[in-house]
């Protein structure tokens, strides 16, 4: 990556070719950067479909029960579990609707409307998908651990498969939010200037 | 805020000009969003750190106790708070540090390089904000309503001062991510080509 050179508000003619000669290399570090865009979109995709798809599975019946009581446990349980289900979904969605104009950047480096598009659609994803994982993530760490002071009990012991499941889900979103941190830094480099 | 023109990559000598002719209005619309990005930029100071002492002081203590204890809620009973609070701050902290960048912004409206470096380190302080903002938020709705199928009781009928001031605490981080993400786009807005 060139180091970022500011260019003085005068009108020097010399100067202004300079900057007309540097785009006439169609593509160059932007297609790159374009290219590695649509693979980290595809590892995104499946990290946030994963995590939905483990989430929404996660369900284990105990298997002794009273006259009046089966023990159960699911992801509907658990409010934030639904709403990281729902959430992981959308955000999948997005990043499957969003290849089409992945695949513009590539094939057109320097157009500036897609990259936006991108980067601000990206942002309120990033958003998204990082409430979700990291609400998940504070109840999965109540299962754990529970908590004294509200007297809330570690149910791990007992809902030992739905707590390593709902931990995976937790730990896959959590690799979706890092790509997106990528996808955004990345945007934000091939936006600026050449 | 001007349409996106794609240029195509010919060498068109007319065209090159009237690119150069653009830099020479000083200032213009990107001083205008870098005005506008200082002043939310002080909003957000607000909110975060506002939610980081709500958070900290949150403490309650309530008029009963047995031999053996006292009933206490406070923000470091949950490990989950505690992360809000450090996390808050560093994000209060990293936002009055990167004033002077918004400033360098203003007064060079097409600098490329401060703008680079706030739109990187703002989408990692969005993550951080949101991830506790979120789980912060978790937590609070349990306080509120319990959960049955765990048997984790709603312990706001208690400590309901605790409830409503952790709660204002959560609000106002959700204020400081809303906050970032039009940061991040207002940046994105300013770093394309003029």
């Known amino acids: 990556m060139s ?23 169609p593509g160059g570090w932007k297609k790159g ?3 590695m865009d649509f693979i980290l979109r595809l590892g995104a995709i499946a990290a946030a479909l994963g995590a939905a798809a483990t989430m929404g599975t996660s369900d284990q019946t105990l298997p002794f029960f009273t006259q009046f009581f089966q023990f159960e446990a699911s992801y509907d349980s658990f409010t934030t579990f639904q709403f990281f289900v729902i ?9 499957v609707l ?13 157009a500036v409307g897609p990259r936006l598009f991108l980067i601000i659609l990206d942002t309120v994803f990033l958003t998204l998908a990082t409430a979700s994982g990291a609400s998940a993530a504070a109840i999965v760490y109540l299962a754990h651990n529970g908590n004294q002071d509200s007297n809330w009990l570690a149910i791990c012991n ?6 390593a499941q709902t931990s995976s889900a937790v730990v896959s979103s959590f690799v979706a939010v890092v790509i997106f941190v990528f996808l955004i830094v990345m945007s934000a480099l091939a936006l600026r200037k050449n």
């Open 3 to 25: 180091t970022t050179i500011d260019v003085p508000e005068s009108s020097n003619v010399a100067k202004g070719k300079a900057v007309i000669v540097t785009p006439q290399r």
């Open 33 to 35: 950067i374009a290219i």
């Open 87 to 95: 959430t992981m979904a959308l955000v999948g969605g997005y990043l």
């Open 98 to 110: 969003s290849l089409p104009f992945s695949i513009v950047t590539i094939i057109r480096p320097h």
């Open 158 to 163: 007992q809902f030992g498969d739905f707590c």
